[in-house]
């Protein structure tokens, strides 16, 4: 079952703000956050555990409420380096990694 | 420290061939995902390979099948290629140790099927 995210796209100039959702309809284990930049591999961002346990990057924030099964990632002051796609992807305690479609983020000058 | 390597970087097949792509994990790293990310879409996973064995698969075909081997580099094979297999093949390496899910991709291998 793959995360549903939103929005699907949004342009940022820099230094504005920007907050990307991710849903599930099952019971998450954890919440993974990847940018990928066009061509390029995904990169990790932060990792959310059920339980509150997170890790990851210091300028990007996130949250994950697990009565609701939602993640989100905020973007702060962003630079022109935060463009790229970037996709949620949750586990339900197994292997399996889900990736949501994406949300692609335009940072302009 | 080399990252996740991937071989090769594009291949173009015809269809009903098969074909074999490589990765090595990243240093330290003794688990392998494979993922199939087609234009425009997320990453979906198709089996993951732990201690040369496949732990746990998506929902994919067993023309999709793998290896991994002792050094913990894994291929995967796809057999009788179909139009809508051409995608970006992405191999991620991670390291029980940092946390069970914590994945490290490479670049991926570029297949377009004719």
């Known amino acids: 079952q793959q995360p549903v995210q939103s929005p699907q796209a949004v342009i940022l100039r820099e230094g504005e703000d920007a907050v990307i959702n991710c849903s599930s309809s099952?019971?998450?284990?954890?919440v993974h956050w990847y940018r990928q930049k066009h061509g390029e591999a995904p990169i990790f961002l932060m990792i959310l555990l059920k339980g509150g346990e997170q890790k990851g990057h210091d300028k990007i924030s996130a949250s994950f409420n697990e009565k609701k099964q939602q993640s989100s990632l905020y973007l702060t002051a962003s630079q022109l380096s935060y463009s790229g796609t970037y996709f949620c992807g949750t586990t339900k305690n197994d292997y399996k990694l889900s990736f949501g479609a994406g949300t692609t983020v335009t940072v302009r000058a | 420290d080399a990252g996740v390597t991937q071989s090769p970087t594009h291949l173009i097949k015809t269809r009903g061939q098969q074909v074999t792509l490589r990765c090595s994990p990243k240093?330290?790293?003794?688990?392998v995902s494979w993922y199939q990310q087609a234009l425009g879409q997320g990453p979906q996973f198709i089996f993951q390979?732990?201690?040369?064995?496949?732990?746990q698969r998506g929902n994919f075909p067993d023309r999709f099948s793998g290896h991994q081997f002792p050094n913990y580099s894994s291929e995967l094979n796809v057999n009788a290629l179909l139009l809508g297999d051409s995608a970006l093949y992405l191999c991620?390496?991670?390291?029980?140790?940092?946390?069970?899910?914590?994945?490290?991709f490479g670049p991926g291998t570029r297949l377009t099927v004719t």
């Open positions: 240093s330290g790293h003794d688990t």
């Open positions: 099952k019971a998450l284990y954890s």
């Open positions: 390979y732990y201690e040369e064995e496949e732990r």
């Open positions: 991620a390496s991670s390291d029980p140790g940092q946390g069970p899910y914590e994945q490290y």
